[in-house]
């Protein structure tokens, strides 16, 4: 993984519960839909994977659309949720609920475990890395066999 950033498929992952969520507060067409997506903090997802998602939905009767006329342009298709839908979102804020509460263990025992873990450093390591027992690092110099850390 690079950097901090979650990539693509993770964020794609999450499209069936965000999408219920953003119908449930207000129906729209996909563009709308896409919109709202990155104003949640979903940059950059594809519109291809949006429809894609939002006709998978339809197919599972968790959203109804219908075809409305705009003001100006071509008809668009309107995306609204039926009960299915309702019901499919609250198991997802249960399902996401419970890997919220896995994801904040995991979180709290990587940081003791980093905070814990002796530092040795080899300058035959390759890249000058400096190891700890759970994660290696980029090291800014090494000096004479010794790590020098700011």
């Known amino acids: 993984m690079e950097g ?19 119908i ?7 563009y709308d839909l896409i919109e709202r997506l990155e104003a949640m903090g979903m940059p950059d997802v594809e519109p291809g994977q949006v429809y ?9 009767r968790s959203v109804l ?11 668009r298709r309107r995306y609204e949720l039926t009960a299915k839908g309702r019901d499919d979102l609250r198991s997802w804020i249960a399902r996401l609920a ?4 896995v994801m904040n263990a995991y979180l709290r025992r990587s ?3 980093l905070e814990r873990a002796p530092r040795s450093c080899t300058p035959t390591l390759p890249n000058r890395a400096c ?5 290696r690092m980029p090291l800014p110099e090494v000096e004479g066999g010794r790590c020098n850390r700011p």
């Open 4 to 22: 901090p950033d979650m990539h693509g498929r993770e964020l794609r992952s999450l499209l069936h519960p965000f999408l219920l969520l953003l």
């Open 24 to 30: 449930f507060e207000r129906p729209g067409h996909g």
């Open 98 to 101: 419970q890997l919220n509460h």
């Open 52 to 60: 894609r998602v939002l006709r998978g939905l339809e197919r599972g």
């Open 65 to 75: 659309s219908m075809w409305e006329a705009a003001e100006a342009g071509p008809a």
């Open 111 to 113: 940081a003791d475990a």
């Open 131 to 135: 190891e700890t027992s759970v994660i």
